[in-house]
């Protein structure tokens, strides 16, 4: 009986585990250049003296889905979006560096480059990009950002910095704030291979009716664990009567 027990109170948990990974999906389906999270359920036997007899239920996130999504037109020139494969290196909020694939950039009050999070572009000396005072600001395929100064004649173009991108051969992981890294916090080194296409911004890659379905799944299998329960419950109470009678 109590193997029943155990493994639908498991089951319903980590049911509600996975429910937060696509309800957190979903709430993302507009979040430029957000990348889904993968979830996935296995049994595991539980460890210890005696037989392993008893298993439990475990919901895990394995990996992010880091699929490209389409590119959407938006004919701003801070707008910038990874053709291909790639990321654009941001300062993280811990103070590390950490990759993104949203490229909704603006300039803050103090003149830095950043995401549309508030987080500082990395440059190519792996420092955060300030941008001077300009009219017009450009960003190539490659990154680099040139700029008409304010003031100056429309031929006396400067070039400022170039935006760093890279390009991974390991997969990279998720941390808690949706920016990615790589093992060991380690920062990488900047890729040749790496192109941008300015004006342009990329999708997210979340598709909207597979997380619906998976979070309605779950919730059937929810109300299937708790019943589970129910009837361990039950037959425990029973079998109490039946040893009360003898």
Do not use: C
């Amino acid at each position: 009986m109590d193997k029943l027990l155990y493994v639908s109170m498991t089951g319903a948990r980590e049911n509600l585990a996975a429910q937060q990974v696509h309800a957190n999906n979903l709430a993302n389906v507009t979040t430029t250049g957000f990348k889904a999270d993968l979830e996935q359920a296995r049994a595991m036997r539980v460890l210890g003296d005696g037989f392993e007899s008893r298993v439990y239920a475990m919901s895990e996130r394995p990996a992010t889905d880091t699929t490209a999504s389409t590119l959407i037109q938006t004919g701003r020139d801070l707008d910038v979006a990874i053709d291909g494969s790639g990321w654009i290196a941001v300062l993280g909020p811990d103070g590390q560096e950490a990759y993104t694939r949203g490229g909704e950039l603006q300039i803050n009050a103090a003149n830095q480059l950043v995401t549309g999070s508030g987080l500082p572009v990395m440059g190519s000396g792996n420092v955060p990009i300030s941008i001077p005072p300009a009219e017009k600001i450009q960003i190539a395929n490659d990154g680099t950002i040139t700029i008409l100064p304010l003031g100056d004649e429309a031929t006396d173009l400067a070039q400022i910095d170039q935006i760093k991108l890279v390009n991974p051969e390991q997969p990279l992981f998720k941390g808690a704030d949706g920016l990615m890294r790589a093992d060991n916090f380690e920062a990488l080194p900047a890729a040749q291979d790496v192109f941008l296409r300015s004006g342009y911004i990329e999708s997210s890659n979340v598709n909207a009716v597979g997380e619906m379905t998976a979070i309605i799944s779950l919730s059937r299998q929810f109300e299937l664990q708790i019943n589970m329960m129910k009837t361990a419950e039950e037959n425990s109470s029973a079998a109490t009567e039946i040893l009360s009678l003898s």
